[in-house]
């Protein structure tokens, strides 16, 4: 006569564990707030470079010497670096935000979760 062993398992959800009278029991959530990144104070923008008066401002046509020229191209250069430094330090600032923002709304999905779980009986 063969005999069968039947063997039955208790597949319980994720994060439970059994009680002693063998009910599940959820253990209460815990959730974190999200971290505010640091304020971003920019640096004052720099001022725009003046195009100098021997450059007509309506046909950009100039009756510059070499010398002027190089000198207004060069405040140009100096004015979109130091700009360009300003735009980086801008979008590092705006990728944190967003970031908190997705924390935020991890958290605040979280604490629903806890409180549903406390009105149920859960915690």
């Known amino acids: 006569m063969k005999m069968w062993i039947l063997v039955l398992a208790l597949v319980l959800p994720a994060g439970q564990v059994l009680a002693q009278d063998?009910?599940?029991v959820t253990p209460p959530v815990v959730c974190t707030p999200a971290a505010l990144p640091t304020p971003y104070v920019p640096a004052s923008i720099p001022a725009k470079p003046v195009m100098?008066?021997?450059?007509?401002?309506d046909t950009h046509i100039s009756k510059c010497s070499k010398k002027v020229?190089?000198?207004?191209n060069?405040?140009?250069d100096t004015y979109n670096a130091a700009l360009?430094?300003?735009?980086?330090?801008s979008n590092g600032y705006l990728q944190q935000?967003?970031?908190?923002?997705?924390?935020a709304n991890v958290y605040?999905?979280?604490e629903v979760r806890?409180?549903?779980g406390l009105m149920r009986g859960d915690g």
Do not use: F, H, W
């Open 22 to 24: 063998q009910t599940a």
């Open 74 to 76: 060069s405040d140009v």
């Open 69 to 72: 020229l190089d000198k207004y």
């Open 108 to 110: 605040s999905n979280c």
């Open 114 to 116: 806890r409180i549903n």
């Open 84 to 89: 360009e430094v300003l735009l980086n330090q």
């Open 97 to 103: 935000l967003n970031k908190y923002m997705g924390d």
């Open 52 to 57: 100098p008066s021997c450059i007509d401002p």
